[in-house]
Structure formats: C-alpha cells, structure tokens
C-alpha cells in the first residue's frame, strides 16, 4: 500500500473517531476501536513505495526504480542518475561531437591517449570480450557500422559497394588497439574508430546501480534501452519480473517469456528493430567482421544473463553475431545463460542453455 493510500485511511479512520465521539458519546469503545484499528492498519502497511525516475538518454530510453532508503530524497537520487548518465554519455558516445571517445576517433593514426576510468574499464572488458569471442566482438567495426547506415551519419538506401568496403577494412580490428590497464592509456595503430554502442548502455546500467547501492539502496531495477539489472525485490517481497518479447515488427509488441530475476543483469540482442531492406533483403544493425556485412543467418533474437550488465550486453551481440548454433556453443563452453528465439519457416523455436529454466514463470 502506498504512503498517499495510508494516510488517507488513517485520515478516515480519525474522522469516524471523530463522528463516533460527538454523537453516541460511547468514546471509551469507540476510542478502543479506533486505536486498533490504526494499528492494524499500521501493522499491514509494511509495503514500501517504490520510487521511478525515468528519462532519455543515448538515443534511447531509461527508466530506474527503487525502493527508497530513510533519509534521502528520491529527487536527489534522480539528480544523480541524470548526471550520471551524461557524464557517461559524454564520455563514451560516437554521437556526440565532443565527447571523450570522438575526440580520441578524430585523431591521427599512432596516437595515444590517457583515458577516464569509466572509458577505460570499458575498452578493457571490450578488448577482453573481442579475444574470447575471436573477434565476433569488435570495437573497432565502427567504419563498417557508418557505411553500413547505422552510426551517427544516418541511414542509407542501399547496401554499400565492395569497393566502399574494401576501404575501410585496414582500420577494422581490435587488435589494431593497444589498452594499458595500468596506465590506462590507449595507442590507437591505425585511424580506428571506436564504436562502443553495444556495450555503452549496459555499462551505463551497471553505473547507475552503483549509484543506488552507494546510496544504500539494496531493491532495484536500472533499465537503458531494453537492457538491465535488477536487484532484490519489488515493494511486494516478490521477485522483478522481465518479459523477453516476441520478435516481431516494431509496432507490435508481444510476450514470449517472463522471467523472475532477483540479482542478475539481462540484455537482448535482436535483428528485429534495427535494420533497413535494399531489394528485398534486410541487413540489420550487427555486423560480422569476419564478412564487414550484417549478420545472416536465423537467430532472430538472443537474452544473456550475467551479473553485470555491460557484460550481458556485450555478450548479447557477440552472440548475435555468431548466429544460433556457434553462439550456443559459445555460450555452453563459458557457463553462460541465454535464451534464443530462432526462425523457423513457422514462427521462432526457443533454445536455452542448462540453468536458464530457473528463471522461466511463463
Ligand atoms: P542490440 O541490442 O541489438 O545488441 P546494441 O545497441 O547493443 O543492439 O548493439 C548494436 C550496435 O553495436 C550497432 O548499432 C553497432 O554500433 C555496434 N556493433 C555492430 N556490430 C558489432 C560487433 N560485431 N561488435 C561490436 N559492436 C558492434
Ligand atoms: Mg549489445
């Protein structure tokens, strides 16, 4: 029950007292009565409110709820997450001029460049996910991404040319980046462009969830365009409760699935929202570096659990890219859990890796 909902009662509840006491003057068990009552009332109250701040931020929506900790407003809380969430913006956007990533991109081959905390923790676990998925995970695919209509430049009508292509590949592949863990400093070999779009959002959830567990908060869901983490309860006692959707066209929106999470993050990858069709064909917005072309094959959209989120986006499209049957592989041989929706010439065919049931309430 809700702090407004309480008080009205206990506003009602004095105003029967009230009537009860000027007309019968039996107050002695009209008073009895209404002491009671506002106790059990106060007893069954214990259901906290739960706090919702939401927003626009990397091009996308994001939306955070927790519940509240005595002695700090929810408004100071929205105050954090909000400049939280530009400073991360601001650090590591490809669409924003300015930022510390397109700064380090506009710079000449050879360059090296001490970078934030925040931007090389980052880079760091991109280059480790880029060498546990033998490149399938790239940062640097961000030329091909731009020629492909899908980086900040906009979209284009038609597929790009092999010649297009042929010429940004010398600058694609992350081992063509240097990262320093220690020192954090960045060489760049050639003119890489950085583009850190799958992976920017879960590190943005993961960042605001460090906002709330600083602040003492303990139950909460942190949410950045579809991917998030969630921790402890809702105000009910009851697990969060995630619906992975179906894939299909942008204005329908169905439910496949429900999972009850309670420490866990979840990102999805799809071919579903993000794509454009030249002749027929559709090219979505996750390219295989291996082919500099978007993924083709019939894994339509791909859920990984982890316990942090910039991982389990991360991994989302690195498993997106390897496509059903060499992304459950994958995923097997390092013990992680996802969930597929695979084309079928019928509809979609579900395959989870072991564990991942656990989580299924519908
Ligand atoms: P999804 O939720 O479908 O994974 P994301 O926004 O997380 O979507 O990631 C898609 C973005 O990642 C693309 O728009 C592009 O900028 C970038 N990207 C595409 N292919 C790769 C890849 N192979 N490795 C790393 N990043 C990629
Ligand atoms: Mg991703």
């Not at 906290?48 to 509240?68: A, D, L, N, R």
Request: proline share 4%; hydrophobic share 45%; with cysteine.
């Amino acid at each position: 029950m809700s702090a407004i909902t309480s008080s009205l009662m206990i506003l009602a509840v004095k105003h029967r007292v009230s009537e009860v006491f000027s007309h019968h003057r039996q107050w002695p068990a009209a008073l009895l009565l209404a002491i009671l009552f506002l106790l059990v009332t106060a007893c069954a109250d214990t259901t906290p409110p739960m706090q919702v701040h939401s927003g626009i931020t990397m091009g996308t929506t994001f939306s955070v709820k927790w519940i509240g900790v005595d002695g700090l407003e929810s408004t100071e809380i929205a105050r954090r997450i909000d400049s939280a969430l530009v400073a991360i913006n601001q650090s590591m956007s490809t669409y924003i001029s300015d930022s510390e990533l397109s700064v380090i991109n506009q710079q000449p081959a050879g360059s090296a460049h001490q970078v934030s905390a925040e931007l090389g923790e980052v880079l760091a676990l991109s280059l480790e996910v880029g060498a546990i998925s033998e490149g399938a995970f790239d940062i640097t695919v961000g030329p091909l991404v731009n020629l492909w209509g899908f980086g900040p430049n906009g979209r284009v009508l038609h597929a790009p040319s092999e010649d297009q292509i042929a010429t940004v590949r010398p600058q694609v592949g992350f081992h063509k980046l240097q990262y320093d863990v220690n020192t954090r400093v960045l060489t760049r070999v050639v003119k890489s462009y950085i583009d850190l779009s799958a992976v920017a959002k879960g590190y943005g959830v993961d960042y605001v969830a460090e906002i709330l567990e600083k602040a003492g908060i303990s139950d909460y869901l942190v949410e950045i365009g579809g991917e998030l983490r969630a921790r402890g309860s809702k105000p009910n006692g009851q697990p969060w409760r995630i619906a992975i959707e179906t894939p299909t066209a942008e204005f329908e929106r169905s439910v496949q699935r429900i999972l009850a999470v309670r420490d866990v993050s979840i990102a999805t990858s799809g071919d579903y929202r993000n794509y454009f069709e030249d002749n027929g064909v559709r090219f979505s917005h996750t390219i295989d570096p291996a082919t500099a072309a978007p993924i083709d094959h019939r894994l339509a959209s791909v859920t990984v659990l982890m316990p942090t989120c910039a991982e389990a986006d991360a991994l989302a499209t690195t498993l997106m890219v390897m496509g059903p049957d060499k992304g459950m592989a994958f995923a097997n041989e390092q013990g992680i859990k996802i969930f597929m929706l695979v084309k079928t010439d019928t509809g979609f065919e579900e395959r989870m890796s072991p564990g991942f049931e656990q989580y299924l309430v519908q």
